[in-house]
């Protein structure tokens, strides 16, 4: 049997949909119409945002919507079972999801100003060879993006987890 935190890890992941935008066609990542109970009405993506950005969030970033249906599925996928199993698996699951073409990660750095503070904050926070090229650093860039999302993704499921089983034990 599924893990509480398993289900709602597997709610969140199927929560996105892809949509287009009927100025442009561009795709676009939003949460669906009928969500999922827990969700409805949290601030959970404001969290994210905040989680990227600090406590000034870009509201709302295409990029930070898609980031985390793709940062749930990558958990999902993994085979979590808990926060602990996710934790372990942050790093990993971060590093797989950043941009393996230097076109696609120049994109993301031009996507959003706040993305050059990210690279700033990455190359700091995680160090960064005197010699790393723009690619590289945006790299790690993207990388502290998804690791602060996945943070926040699980923070999240392990609230609603455990709010769920103390219902549970309670009934």
């Not at 898609?66 to 958990?75: K, Q």
């Not at 993704?153 to 009934?171: F, L, P, Y």
């Given at each position: 049997m599924a893990t509480t935190f398993r289900i709602v890890l597997t709610e969140l992941a199927t929560a996105f949909v892809s949509a287009k935008r009927t100025s442009n066609g561009e795709k676009y990542y939003r949460i669906k119409d009928d969500p999922p109970t827990?969700?409805?009405g949290t601030n959970l993506m404001h969290e994210i945002h905040s989680a990227v950005d600090g406590s000034d969030p870009r509201l709302p970033d295409d990029w930070i919507y898609?980031?985390?249906?793709?940062?749930?599925?990558?958990?999902r996928d993994h085979g979590v079972e808990n926060s602990d199993d996710a934790r372990e698996a942050l790093h990993e699951v971060a590093d797989s999801l950043v941009d393996v073409y230097n076109s696609a990660r120049l994109a993301w750095l031009a996507s959003n100003l706040r993305n050059a503070e990210l690279v700033d904050e990455a190359c700091n926070e995680l160090g960064c060879d005197a010699d790393a090229d723009v690619c590289t650093r945006v790299g790690l860039g993207q990388y502290l993006a998804y690791t602060r999302i996945l943070e926040a993704?699980?923070?999240?499921?392990?609230?609603?987890?455990?709010?769920?089983?103390?219902?549970?034990?309670?009934?």
């Open positions: 827990w969700l409805r898609e980031a985390t249906a793709s940062a749930a599925d990558s958990l993704v699980i923070a999240a499921v392990e609230t609603e987890a455990n709010e769920r089983d103390e219902q549970e034990g309670a009934a």
